[in-house]
């Protein structure tokens, strides 16, 4: 009796995971079937995503813009009150606006006016402009190294001791790479093939370099007007730490560009338009400058590292084992971070 009891309990439940059972199969032979008869459906690529790179890379760089337009502005205001009150600040800042900001000034449309007709000569003479490079630049450093010495004045005489050093080491550069020009002209040359289909290219880099030239006329004033404020070497330090980042930025806003357009048009056949990779580059890619202009010069430091120990040679087999872990570890940072991230990135 108990038994029968114990069957009649049972049963129920064993009824209703069983019908449970039942339908969970039904489910699964349906679904199944409807997933044979329906077509795979590709995975959608797009090339205009709507989402921000590089979030807080991002909102760290417009913070620091906030604030170093308020310190520019400010320190502007600082410099324009040292030049109406009388006394040492005063002095001071006229005799820096007198020998100081004419040659920044000029300095900085000279260099400008060289970036332009730089960006010329590369896309109509690539063979000459690679010589042109290598060796001008020991030329001039040379050529500014003896023009500081001849002032005979002992800040410009250690810094044009510096100048002939790095001159020299320009030259033994230039000598080394002499032989590989040949080919550095022929990667030239291939590179600035698809340059013709796009005549508007070289836009992007002319405006980052006006931006960059006013930019720069009102950052000279605000190191003018840091005189007349507390801790000028700190503040002097933190500007120039600005704009090596804001410049570094814009030139990396141009590089997204010009990588979008060529990368499009190599790997996918498609002609972008510029100015579209340029609105891109200045807002949804802004993060990814901003982030590789941090870490991309140091990683590129590192490069240079890495090439200088790789030419160490010697019987120290303590600096020999340090120059081998030094490399490999490098070599892992230069697989993860690069200047072709910006290729990948745009894509």
Known sequence: MQQDLLLLRISPLALLSHLLSRLSLLLLLLCSSLALRLPPQESVITLNSRSYTNKFSLFLFLVHMVLAFGLVCFMIVKGVQGLVEEGKSQREEKR????????????????????????????????????????????????????????????????????????????????????????????????LEPVSKFPDLNL???????????????????????????????????????????????????????????SLYYLRGMQSNTQFCFRRALSKNLGSACLGSLFVPAIEALRILARGLNLLEGEDEFMFSCAHCCLRVMESIFRRGNGWAYVQVIQ
């Open 96 to 191: 820096v606006l007198k020998y100081f900001l004419p040659q920044v000034e000029a300095a900085s449309f000279l260099s400008m006016t060289l970036a332009f007709v730089w960006q010329k000569a590369v896309r109509l003479w690539p063979n000459i402009m690679v010589l042109f490079i290598i060796w001008s630049s020991f030329i001039l450093t040379l050529s500014a190294g003896i023009l500081l010495i001849w002032f005979q004045r002992p800040a410009t005489d250690g810094v044009g001791a510096l100048f002939i050093v790095f001159a020299i080491g320009n030259g033994l550069y230039a000598c080394w790479v002499t032989q590989r020009t040949g080919f550095c002209s022929k990667i030239f040359m291939k590179a």
């Open 204 to 262: 992007p880099t002319y405006w980052m370099l006006g931006a960059g030239f006013c930019w720069m006329s009102f950052w000279v004033l605000a190191v003018i007007g840091s005189l007349n404020f507390y801790v000028p070497p700190l503040i002097i330090i933190a500007l120039i730490l600005s704009l090596a980042w804001t410049a570094e930025v814009m030139r990396n806003v141009a590089n997204l560009t010009v990588s979008r357009v060529i």
